[in-house]
């Protein structure tokens, strides 16, 4: 284990320091935006941690992982109308339509592989993002202003930026620990076993597709809570969050941080959206640089920014 | 160089509230600035920075700094613009918002954080009725009352039946229900399409021929509305089924639609021929400061947005921190508005005229948008009793 | 009946114009194994380029045919300076590169054309409606497309069945080493097939440019459905392209042409009236998802092993 204190995980551990001591910095400066912008960029990183288990250790290329970011956001959205303000409710629901959702197109699209299962994911979140759009009740098109954030009791209030930020970092740290938990347990060898040769690990006597399938439904879970913490963050969901220009986001994320590292997904989403960021406030035409840049990462950068630490650590 | 370059961008989103409000006005204005729809968030900025050229730049003396953001016509990213507005940038108001849906999205961060908020165009029912805030005003209409003078219009011609298509969200309904509330025709079907991104009509544009009725009308802002006349002339129907419109023809896509337009009457508060004093040299520097442009509905409700917040501003001195005397008096609506003067309504949306306006030929051979009539004076939008402020 | 018969043309032209999408983005994938989100790019510089050119030279089909060895060139360009190094490597890095082209390309066309996009009017010589029988009429324009992408069709099957080069391009996409071991200058091929699909995305682009306006981002949605065409029709198989992009042109407008009514029966009017755009737009995933569940490789796998 001589990989401990090289250059990738010390860069991870600044950026995890860095997130937790934020909020420090936001109320020491005043600018209260840099706290919204990164309560989101920690919840979409919940989402891309969350892909990165399927995509990175399953070797499961989803195309419609917003459409767990779109369940979640409408679980609490709904509720929230229906007068269910309890966070709890809300949560619990999010999470087991999100895990329902997993099982039923999991057993689907397992059945395919390659580029039919990068597009049958596709076209899963696509009728999610439809239906989303049919529910007139719910605004259409235009998706439901949330307008009372989840209520945990005392516990917490989601009202309160700083508390809300914490909450979201929180479940981001637990998240990682318990996809590295996965990823180092038995269940978790027998994945990436599959991941690099399918039919040897079948024939040994692996069940494939239940360990897939499981995988895809854990994954799922934990980006229906990110969802559900969007919705809050935003007080607003809209069929938008399903569609798969987002679902193409979050696979971006996850390529640029390093796929099938563990924090590879962290700091790739938060490469991305401070990139994104930093590049509109200096030109509208943002796009123009930030396309060719994505091109020379994936030209030059093999594995991504982890990967690239990683290379640099060795040379 | 290229480090400086990163480091401006870096500076900018973690510095950008130590740079103190102080003794300018913070403007921010949400509008569509990337994407086909550009072309009308570009016209609103152009007359909102001729309504500041107009004011010297200042504000009851003070110097105003605007910050556009650019909402991609999405409703998610105009909430995360405008919270960063209010957050970050700490702006006095914010103003601009073309769509109805990124409007609606908006509206609690402002609301909450007490920020004046000003709709230069999108005008959903909601704003009108239960969701009216003290803090939201707006210099366009409601959604509905530009379709519903065409329905008028359609009445005072003898228009007997009447095929409705629009695109499917918010302000789409709102204006499909607008004409319905107006028009004394049968309507006899009725379709809405996906928006924005479906582009051909051919579907619909068939069943409005199967469907047997008189006329049909439609609401398509921006691109879509040269698709649609595009394809509503190739199938022939200009001659059988004439058409009436809302928001479709303006002078951003009358370039585009050219002769197919010529022909197809729309109902608009504001024309750039209206005879007042105010509208004239407007429409002269526009066209001067804008070589090749001319202005539209969208930029003279962007101006008079501008001519609203320079009056609130002139009347508590520059201090910005009167919330309640500001909205005092912009409800008196004491300024020069391009479109003639007018009133608000208890909701803060205006009562005001609505005209007929044609397409004709320029003398110099360019086609332009002209008054024909004034369909109604004077109308009030009909969500105004569902709104709690009195 | 009558709107029967034309809506089953209105889906018809639609299903041949994605068709013309398809047919290059199958062959590239089909060969070159390579993932090209970028070819909606292509299909919008086709527009782009055509509306330029036309208004150049005042013909519409001078400019189209210029407009055409414009995108051929643009694509062997594009695969020769940033495509060829993508070649062997993995699909996803395919994705965000090409990921990333398409908003080069929409910046660049905001920078060189302004953000409002252009018109191509439409020739006046086709701006007429067409009695294609008693009662009904339909635009001479859109007939046109559906001559044109027909023959268009036809003499790629000829090509790919019965040239030497088709007969290529048939063994690449069943078995790619093959080729290569057979002493084929592959390189040659590839950039040859990659302007191929090129010019054909341009052509889709040029010929639907008169219905739609010429736009930034016009690519993007349509590229979608090219993907849903290929994946339904079976990768690489040009003929499964062709069934697959008809289906899904069909279904695609006949569901909007039919569905609200439909639904009317069972919802009330308002509900249906918002219920129904989605639900008809969902309905050619749910094809996808259909045949992918019954055929995991699609309607016509190409490389049969």
Redesign the interface.
Same mark, same amino acid.
């Given at each position: 284990m001589k990989s401990q204190l090289n250059v990738s995980s010390v860069v991870a551990a600044l950026v995890v320091a860095g997130l937790v001591l934020l909020p420090v910095y936001s109320n020491l400066s005043g600018n209260i935006f840099i706290l919204t912008l990164f309560t989101r960029i920690v919840i979409l990183a919940l989402s891309a941690v969350s892909l990165n288990l399927i995509m990175g250790y399953g070797g499961m290329m989803s195309f419609g992982h917003a459409a767990y970011l779109g369940i979640g956001g409408y679980a609490v959205g709904i509720l929230a109308q229906e007068g269910i303000g309890s966070g709890w409710a809300q949560f619990a629901v999010a999470i087991a339509v999100s895990a329902l959702y997993a099982l039923v197109i999991g057993a689907l699209s397992l059945r395919t592989r390659g580029v039919y299962f990068i597009m049958i994911t596709l076209a899963f979140a696509q009728m999610a993002y439809y239906v989303a759009s049919g529910l007139s009740r719910y605004g259409g098109d235009d998706g439901l202003t949330v307008y009372k954030r989840s209520d945990f009791g005392g516990l917490i209030n989601l009202g309160n930026r700083v508390q809300f930020y914490y909450l979201c970092l929180f479940c981001l740290l637990a998240v990682v620990v318990l996809v590295w938990r996965i990823v180092n347990s038995r269940f978790g060898l027998v994945l990436q076993g599959l991941r690099s040769n399918e039919q040897r690990m079948q024939a040994i006597g692996f069940p494939s597709k239940r360990y897939k399938l499981a995988c895809f439904v854990i994954a799922g879970m934990l980006c229906g809570l990110s969802g559900a913490l969007l919705a809050n963050n935003t007080d607003f969901v809209s069929p938008a969050v399903m569609y798969w220009t987002r679902s193409g986001d979050l696979m971006v994320m996850v390529i640029l941080g390093g796929m099938g590292t563990l924090l590879g997904p962290v700091v790739g989403a938060v490469a991305f959206l401070v990139l994104e960021e930093v590049l509109s406030q200096i030109t509208e035409y943002w796009a123009i640089i930030m396309g060719p840049l994505l091109l020379l990462v994936v030209l030059f950068g093999r594995g991504g920014i982890m990967g690239m630490l990683g290379r640099l650590n060795r040379g | 160089m290229r480090t400086s370059?990163?480091l401006?961008?870096?500076a900018? /989103? &973690?510095? !950008?509230?130590?740079a103190f409000a102080g003794d300018t006005i913070k403007i921010g204005f949400v509008s569509t600035?990337?994407?086909?729809t550009?072309?009308i968030g =570009?016209d609103m900025r152009n007359s909102f920075e001729l309504a500041l050229d107009h004011l010297g730049r200042k504000m009851d003396g003070k110097p105003v700094e605007v910050i556009y953001e650019?909402d991609q016509q999405?409703?998610?990213v105009g909430? %995360?613009k405008t +919270?960063?507005l209010v957050?970050?940038?700490k702006v006095d108001f914010i103003a601009g918002y073309i769509w !109805? =849906?990124v409007l /609606?999205?908006s509206?609690? !961060?402002a609301v909450d954080s007490q920020t004046f908020l000003i709709s230069a165009n999108a005008g959903p029912s909601q704003l009108a009725g239960e969701l009216c805030s003290p803090y939201v005003f707006s210099t366009s209409w409601q959604n509905d009352q530009t379709p519903a003078a065409m329905g008028l219009y359609m009445n005072q011609k003898g228009v007997k039946s009447v095929f409705l298509i629009g695109p499917?969200?918010?302000a789409g309904?709102d204006m499909l229900a607008g004409l319905k509330s107006t028009f004394k025709g049968q309507v006899v079907g +009725?379709?809405?399409?996906?928006?924005p991104?479906? /582009?051909?009509f051919?579907?619909?544009l068939?069943?409005a021929?199967?469907s047997g009725a008189e006329s049909i009308f439609v609401f398509y802002p921006g691109?879509a509305g040269? %698709?649609f006349l595009? %394809?509503y002339?190739?199938?022939?129907l200009k001659e059988k089924m004439p058409l009436y419109t809302a928001f479709t023809v303006d002078e &951003?896509s009358l370039? &585009?639609q050219?002769d197919n337009a010529i022909g197809v009457p729309g109902a608009q508060e504001w024309v750039n021929d209206l005879p007042n004093e105010q509208n004239k040299t407007f429409v002269a520097d526009y066209r001067k400061k804008y070589t090749g442009l001319r202005p539209t509905y969208y930029g003279a409700q962007a101006y008079d947005a501008a001519q609203l917040i320079n009056s609130a501003v002139v009347a508590v001195k520059g201090d910005t921190s009167k919330k309640d005397a500001m909205k005092a008096e912009m409800e008196k609506a004491n300024f020069k508005s391009l479109r003639g003067s007018f009133k608000f309504g208890n909701n803060h949306i205006p009562i005001q005229n609505f005209y007929l306006q044609d397409v004709v030929k320029d003398a110099d051979g360019q086609l332009s948008l002209k008054t024909v009539a004034t369909i109604v004076e004077n109308d009030q939008d009909r969500f105004h009793d569902k709104c709690p402020m009195k | 009946m009558l709107l029967v018969v034309e809506q089953f043309l209105n889906g018809l032209q639609f299903g041949l114009l994605l068709f013309l999408l398809a047919a290059g983005l199958t062959l590239v994938f089909g060969i070159m194994d390579l993932v090209n989100l970028a070819h909606g790019s292509l299909y919008m510089m086709g527009a782009y380029f055509a509306a330029t050119f036309v208004a150049w030279t005042g013909s519409f089909v001078l400019g189209g045919v210029l407009a055409l060895g414009a995108t051929l060139l643009l694509g062997i360009v594009l695969e020769y300076t940033a495509l060829r190094h993508l070649y062997g490597r993995d699909h996803l890095d395919h994705v965000l590169a090409t990921f990333g082209l398409i908003l080069f390309f929409n910046e660049a066309v905001r920078l060189i054309w302004g953000p409002a996009g252009l018109a191509l009017p439409l020739p006046s010589w086709l701006a007429f409606p067409v009695t294609i029988l008693p009662g009904i009429q339909y635009p001479a324009y859109r007939l046109a497309i559906i001559v044109v992408a027909l023959l268009v069709a036809l003499l790629l099957y000829l090509g790919v069945m019965r040239t030497r080069i088709g007969m290529l391009i048939r063994a690449g996409a069943s078995n790619r080493e093959m080729i290569g071991a057979l002493g084929i200058n592959i390189k040659l091929l590839y950039t040859l097939v990659f302007g191929l699909g090129a010019a054909l995305a341009g052509l889709a682009g040029l010929m639907q440019a008169p219905i739609l306006t010429v736009q930034i981002g016009m690519g993007e949605n349509i590229l979608i459905l090219a993907f849903v065409v290929i994946v339904i029709g079976g990768i690489g198989s040009i003929r499964g392209a062709f069934i697959a992009a008809i289906m899904i042109g069909l279904i695609d407008t006949m569901g909007r042409a039919f569905l609200p009514n439909l639904l009317r029966q069972v919802l009330n009017s308002a509900a249906a009236s918002t219920a129904a755009p989605a639900m008809s737009s969902m309905l050619i995933y749910l094809l996808m998802a259909i045949v992918l569940v019954a055929r995991p490789e699609g309607l016509f796998p190409a490389n049969r092993r």
């Open positions: - | 370059f990163w401006a961008g870096a900018a /989103l &973690l510095f !950008s509230s130590t600035f990337s994407g086909p550009a072309v =570009n650019d999405k409703p998610d909430k %995360q +919270e960063k957050q970050s940038d !109805s =849906n /609606l999205a509206l609690k !961060s499917n969200y918010a309904k +009725e379709e809405y399409t996906v928006w991104s479906q /582009l051909d051919s579907a619909e068939s069943k021929r199967a691109a040269v %698709q595009n %394809q002339s190739q199938a022939g &951003l370039p &585009l050219k | -």
